[in-house]
Each structure stands twice: as C-alpha cells, then as structure tokens.
C-alpha cells in the first residue's frame, strides 16, 4: 500500500445469496492470493537481524520433537543461499589456504564461483582441499602447528555446520 506502482490488494465486494438459512459454504468476499513470505525459504529474524531457513527451522522443530529421530538426506539443505551466508560469514582478512584465494578475489565473481560450488557439492564432484600449515610460536619457546583451510572448504565447513547445528 501507498508504494510506487503498485495496487492495493484486490477485495471485491459480493452481495450474499438470500437464502432462509445460513450455509457455512456460502460465499462471501473472494480475495486474492497470498503474497509475501509465503513461498519464501528464508526470513529474517527479529532479534539478531540473522537469516535462517524455514526449512532449516522445520529440521530444528523435527529434532527437538523426536530425540530419537534420524535424518539421513540433509544436502539439499546446503543450497545457494546458505552458502553465500557461509561466505558472508567469514571474516574478510582470514589467512587465506593452500589455493591462495582471499576474501575479496572470491567475491569479484561471487555469484558464479557459489553456483559452481553449488553444483559441484550436490553432484559430488566437490573435493577439499589439504590444509596450509602453519606454526605459531609459545611462550615456552615451542611452536604450535595450526591448519588453514581453503576458502571454499571454509565455506563449505559454515553451511553443513548450519544443517547440523539447526539438529543439535
């Protein structure tokens, strides 16, 4: 309502039969169909601004009911979507793995380099790759080994532990 170019919701008014006696089917004023988040797969949430699954909320919903419940098909969850959460998720100056890709070269194609992603997860072409090591130094003069993982292997990590978190 009062946006640019667009109409109200339509209602038309119907006059009702003139009966003796008031059906429960009777008609009354058609309405148009529903619109908005209806056929959304994502919302927003109130609290802290984070986009979860409505998919996602119903496997969370599903666990919490049946403690007992197994699920054994849960990749269709890791779509487009939560993958680009994923990648917005992490942080911009992150050490970057063995492929040497940064933050900020994977977004320049972001929308090609997810879809590929994409495809690759579900079709079961996707293989990660060896993590970068690297060794921080101790206090006690010793150095503690540290794993960096790829970028997308990154990404990848993110949105299964989304699914797996909305489980557990």
Do not use: C
Not at 45 to 65: G, H, M, Y
Not at 88 to 101: F, H, K, Q, S
Not at 126 to 143: H, N, V
């Amino acid at each position: 309502m009062h946006e640019a170019e667009k109409s109200d919701s339509v209602v038309v008014a119907v006059k009702p039969t003139n009966k003796a006696e008031r059906s429960a089917a009777e008609p009354a004023e058609p309405r148009t169909e529903t619109k908005g988040n209806a056929g959304q797969q994502s919302t927003r949430r109130a609290q802290d601004r984070e986009s979860v699954s409505q998919a996602l909320e119903r496997v969370r919903q599903v666990a919490k009911q049946g403690k007992k419940e197994r699920f054994t098909n849960l990749l269709h969850h890791v779509d487009v979507a939560l993958l680009r959460m994923s990648f917005r998720a992490i942080r911009r100056e992150a050490a970057p793995g063995v492929d040497g890709l940064t933050w900020d070269a994977y977004e320049r194609d972001l929308d090609l380099r997810i879809e590929d992603l994409h495809r690759r997860v579900h079709s079961g072409a996707y293989r990660a790759l060896p993590s970068r090591r690297t060794y921080i130094p101790k206090e006690d003069g010793s150095r503690r080994p540290l794993a960096i993982a790829a970028l997308e292997d990154k990404i990848v990590q993110r949105a299964v532990a989304a699914v797996l978190n909305a489980i557990h």
